[in-house]
């Protein structure tokens, strides 16, 4: 007869792996909680700066990766004849985008859904994983961990390659996110910038703070540069 699938709880044996297992779950809650309240504090304060220094004249949203981890500001404004475009990303080293045009150079304003590229589905992939690897390590509050009969090893491990595969199809499906695509004309050539809006979280194209902020955007450009935007 085999070891039971749900085992009783044991709280007298405690091996390495045991130990193991609940001090790893418990530095990386530790070090994503951190993560976490270091990131929105950070960013709340940037883009309280950039809304109190643009708040008539452009937008301000954070930029959330997967729709709720805060990881950067975006922000866009029209003032005397000029567009500044400002992209700041990164929880530890930040990384700043910042790009000064003439109004005349904007040609286009339109909302777009950022797709999913080959880093976030890498992003999606390990942070899934590790998801997955830190839900099957909680039981080992109540079971020994040690693939003994104390340890319901399978249940464990159906936890973690169950919610890996369906955290990462989440992660996918939450990675597209809200963005403003600006198009710019320097002669001949046509660039585009995106920058994130309705905070980044944006789940729809007739998100109507979005939209809003779009049309904000396309009055004050027209009013700046004496021509339609289309």
Known sequence: MGDPVFPPGNFTIWPLTRTGAITFDTLVLIIALILWFASRIIYRRERLLATCQHLTDGVVSQYKLWGFWVCGVDSIRIADGQVTLNRLRGNCCCSLQDLTFPVSSLVDLQLKRKGVFPLGIIWAFLISCLCGMWLHFIPCIWWSCDWG??????????????????????????????????????????TKYRLAVADGSGRRVSNLAACHQLETLRQLAEMRSDKPIS
Do not use: C, H, K, M
């Not at 340890?151 to 491990?157: M, S």
């Not at 990462?168 to 695509?181: D, I, N, S």
């Open 149 to 190: 009969y104390y340890d319901g090893q399978g249940v464990r491990g159906g936890i973690w390659f169950i919610t890996w595969p369906v955290l990462f199809f989440v992660y996918l499906l939450l990675y597209a996110v809200l963005e403003l695509e600006v198009s710019v004309q320097d002669g001949s050539r046509r």
